[in-house]
Every structure is written in C-alpha cells, then in structure tokens.
C-alpha cells in the first residue's frame, strides 16, 4: 500500500503552478491588531472595577470557560465529528473532534493550565512570555490564592496595550504581576532575578513569531538557580523534517498539495500534525521553536520531563492548530530529572 505522505510528497511534485493566497495572515496576525485587541480587553477591565467587579467575575466574563464547544460549523468540523460516529445535527454540536497524539479523537484529557498551575506553586518567580493581557497569570493568582504573596509574576508581552493592561489590573488588585515589554525576536529576560527557583512559559504566543531567536534559550542557561520551562504552542508538527524545510524555502506547491491531500492523511497518525502545518503555513506562524527546542534540551544540566503531541484543551479548541505541551527543567548544577 502507498504511504500518504509519500503519496502527498509526490503530489506536491506535480502542483508547480498553484500559489497561495496571503491576504488575510499579515493582517490577522500583526503587532499592530494585538494592540487594538488588547486595549479593548483593557477598556472592559477598566469598565468592570469601576462597577466594582471582582477578579474572577471580570475574568469569567472576558473569556468565559471551559471553552469546549467549537462554534464552527465548518464542512470539514462537521465531516470529521461524523466520521468519529457523532451526531453532528441540533444548532450546535457538543462532540468535536479534537486531536492527540496526531490523531482526530472525540476527547482531550490534558489542561495544560493546571500543569503550569502545578509548577507555580514549586516557583518563586513566574514569568509569561507573550502574555496578551495577563489573564493567564491572573487564574493562576485566583488559584494561589494567598501564596501569591511569597510569589512575584511576571507578564511580558509585546503589544504596549497588553503590557497596560497588566499594569493596571495588578495595581487596581494589589496583584504581584509586574508587566514589560519583550520581544521574542531580540528577547531579554536577564532583569529576572535568578537566586530562586522560576517557572517561565509559553501559551500560544511564540505561535505568532515565524522565527524566534536563540537568545532566550541561551539566557535561561545563565540563570543560577533552578528554571522550569513550559511550552504550551502549536509546534508538534515541525518534528516532519520535510514540512520544516518546505517552509524554510517557501515551497508554496508542497503546501497546495498537503491541502488537496488532507482528508486522505485523516487516519494517520500524523492527522493533526498536517492540518497543524497547514494552518502555521496560512498565517505564518512559527517555525523553528521545536528545533531550538530540542537543542536546548541537550545540554547536560536540562532534562525534559514531558511532551504530549497534537491535542486540544480549554483555551484552545482549534483541532488544526493543534497545542504541543513540552515541559523542560534546567538546574545550574547537573543532576537527574
Ligand atoms: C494568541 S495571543 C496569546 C496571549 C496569551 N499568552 C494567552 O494565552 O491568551 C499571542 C500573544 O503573542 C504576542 N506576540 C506577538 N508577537 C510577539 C513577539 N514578537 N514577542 C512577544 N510576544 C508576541 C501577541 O501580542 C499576543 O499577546
């Protein structure tokens, strides 16, 4: 039987003509439509404490929870719930396919917010890299609760709207959230202090930046004290050699054919991962964390406690964008995971 990738390797070869549309990605997914997203964010928050709501009150209103129902009704959304053997008729299907493992399932059992929870609560220091407005740092303060006091959070962010807004909920509560402008394409995260332990992840940011830098790797290996570090991204699919180095020489025919191909890869175990490669493709999202990735976890002093490939979960209910989780821990002197 042919193999499907080879199948669509072979297909793409044929496609020399078809060229992608980019219209919508640039405007999607720029700096400048994070600023205006985030000032809206911060212009309901500032509407809500003046109301006098409290923290989790405001928060469940802005981004209300579990999301685990997927308001789209696309064909695709619908055929794959059908082929799973689930009723896909009523306004509004309450089984979606979600995706683990590279396959399309009816279920996740991974929050990846509870494992950073988890962490947190071993860390001094908390950092966010790509933080929007900080509410990821503001559950985890609900779920603290007083021991944020021992704790000082830390919500770097890119857009100045979302840096202002964590600012101004963390002094409108008292929180210990300091907020700052940061960069993945020329980081600097050496102002955080390194004489205790830190936790410093990612949650669907470096998703944004077609090409992070090395720096930030380099400079958790200069901290002094233990550093945990999680990925929560949509990066599963770069461990496909040949769809990296599709990307990297911007082979547009290779793309079109995986797009023609799709619905044949959907029993592999490589699903999620093409659809994933897919949509990093349509809205140029990142394509060398994986790889930068791996090469910090060789060094001597990191062990990888755990990856979990291609699923979905709370904040995340897009099964072709689907979330990787890798969890890593650096100790300045070498010992077992
Ligand atoms: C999808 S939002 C995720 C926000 C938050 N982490 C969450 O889980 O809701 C992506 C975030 O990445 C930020 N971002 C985009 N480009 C960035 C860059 N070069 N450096 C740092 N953050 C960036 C955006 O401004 C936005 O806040």
């Given at each position: 039987m042919t193999d499907p990738f080879d199948e669509f390797l072979r297909m793409a070869a044929e496609l020399r003509s078809l060229r992608r549309s980019t219209k919508t990605a640039d405007l999607l997914y720029s700096k400048e439509a994070y600023e205006g997203h985030w000032s809206k964010v911060k212009d309901s928050i500032t509407e809500s404490i003046a109301a006098g709501e409290d923290l989790p009150t405001i928060l469940s209103s802005l981004r209300p929870r579990p999301q685990m129902t997927r308001?789209?009704?696309?064909?695709?959304?619908?055929?794959?719930?059908?082929s799973l053997g689930f009723?896909?008729?009523?306004?509004?299907?309450?089984?979606?396919?979600?995706?683990?493992?590279?396959?399309?399932?009816?279920?996740?059992?991974?929050?990846?917010?509870?494992e950073i929870l988890k962490v947190a609560r071993e860390s001094?220091?908390?950092?966010?890299?790509?933080?929007?407005?900080?509410w990821n740092l503001l559950d985890l303060c609900i779920w603290l609760g007083r021991k944020i006091r021992e704790k000082v959070f830390y919500g770097l962010e890119y857009?100045?709207?979302?840096?202002?807004?964590?600012?101004?909920?963390?002094?409108?509560?008292?929180?210990?959230?300091?907020?700052?402008?940061?960069?993945?394409?020329?980081?600097?995260?050496?102002?955080?202090?390194d004489n205790?332990?830190?936790?410093?992840?990612?949650?669907?940011?470096?998703?944004?930046?077609?090409?992070?830098?090395?720096?930030?790797?380099?400079?958790?290996?200069?901290?002094?004290?233990t550093t945990h570090v999680i990925h929560v991204e949509p990066i599963g699919w770069q461990r496909f050699p040949e769809i990296i180095d599709a990307r990297k020489n911007n082979d547009e025919v290779f793309f079109q054919a995986l797009n023609v191909k799709k619905n044949s890869l959907l029993d592999t175990s490589f699903a999620a991962?093409?659809?994933?490669?897919?949509h990093s493709w349509k809205v140029h999202y990142n394509i060398n964390a994986l790889s930068l990735i791996d090469e910090f976890k060789k060094h001597a002093n990191v062990h990888e406690i755990e990856r979990v490939i291609d699923f979905n979960h709370s904040y995340n209910a897009n099964p072709f964008n689907a979330s990787t989780y890798i969890r890593l821990r650096y100790d300045p002197v070498c010992s077992p995971p």
């Open positions: 308001k789209s009704r696309s064909p695709a959304m619908l055929s794959i719930t059908k009723d896909v008729d009523g306004a509004r299907p309450t089984i979606r396919p979600t995706a683990v493992n590279g396959y399309f399932v009816p279920s996740a059992n991974i929050e990846p917010m509870y001094k220091y908390i950092v966010e890299l790509g933080a929007g407005p900080g857009a100045s709207s979302g840096v202002e807004t964590i600012n101004f909920v963390s002094q409108s509560f008292n929180l210990p959230i300091l907020g700052h402008q940061f960069n993945f394409m020329d980081p600097d995260i050496s102002y955080i202090p205790e332990s830190a936790l410093i992840f990612t949650h669907h940011s470096i998703e944004q930046v077609e090409n992070i830098s090395k720096k930030l790797y380099d400079q958790i290996l200069e901290r002094k004290s991962a093409a659809f994933s490669a897919l």
